[in-house]
């Protein structure tokens, strides 16, 4: 089994940048496909970034596409997700995610999640 921590999230204004990161203990994370998520109040968790298992791969909803960027470091045992010019519909709790196949987009494909960190766009 493995536990996620997230961190890095916090008020920034639109078109600032934020680097989430998601460190892992338990279990080595090159064992899981890792997601990013959100959830805004009154809505349903969505997916935002996916990555595989060695970080070849990326996988990135539309609406962050070109301005988020998913990566990992095995070493470290961590994820992370740089955002860039972010917008006030950007704002959410962010988990992070562990799963077993590599850019699936539906939170229920994943087994194990942090606690979320509070991303804040101010316009």
């Known amino acids: 089994q493995v536990q996620l921590s997230e961190s890095g999230g916090g008020l920034v204004q639109a078109g600032g940048s934020l680097r989430l990161s998601c460190a892992a203990s338990?279990?080595?994370?090159?064992?899981?496909?890792m997601g990013w998520f959100r959830q805004a109040p009154g809505k349903e968790r969505e997916f935002v970034a996916g990555i595989s298992w060695g970080g070849v791969t990326t996988y990135y909803a539309d609406s962050v596409k070109g301005r988020f960027t998913i990566s990992r470091d095995n070493a470290k045992n961590s994820v992370y997700l740089q955002m860039n010019s972010l917008k006030p519909e950007d704002m959410g709790v962010y988990y992070c995610?562990?799963?077993?196949?590599?850019?699936?987009?539906?939170?229920?494909?994943?087994?194990?999640w942090g606690q979320g960190t509070r991303v804040t766009v101010s316009s």
């Open positions: 995610a562990a799963g077993w196949i590599a850019g699936q987009r539906s939170f229920r494909d994943y087994d194990y």
């Open positions: 338990g279990r080595t994370l090159s064992s899981y496909a």
